[in-house]
């Protein structure tokens, strides 16, 4: 069974910076890719970026491109979200999340609160 606990979240004055982690485990972590999403009350949750199980491929949401960074460690068995230049409306929850043969995984998911 797949494990994934998020750390990092706080309070952030806007243009400030967090760096989330992610530590999975259960599982080799390498044979996973790794997803960031978030949400707010009321909302669906959103996806912010991914990174596939070597670390060579990412992708972002165009709202987060250009300040927002996904890397991983497998020695660590670890995923990060660096996040620079928040903005207020990037306050959210964030949750880390994986699949793999059919079978999804969230973390418990981080309070981000940016402040303006």
């Known amino acids: 069974q797949v494990q994934l606990v998020e750390s990092g979240g706080g309070l952030v004055q806007a243009g400030g910076s967090l760096r989330l982690s992610c530590e999975f485990s259960?599982?080799?972590?390498?044979?996973?890719?790794m997803g960031w999403f978030r949400q707010n009350p009321g909302k669906e949750r959103e996806f912010v970026a991914g990174i596939n199980w070597s670390g060579t491929s990412t992708g972002y949401a165009d709202s987060v491109k250009g300040r927002f960074t996904t890397s991983r460690d497998n020695a660590k068995n670890t995923a990060y979200l660096q996040m620079n230049d928040l903005k207020p409306e990037d306050t959210a929850v964030y949750y880390c999340?994986?699949?793999?043969?059919?079978?999804?995984?969230w973390g418990q998911g981080t309070q981000v609160t940016v402040s303006s």
């Open positions: 259960g599982r080799i972590f390498r044979d996973y890719g």
């Open positions: 999340y994986t699949n793999r043969l059919g079978a999804g995984y």
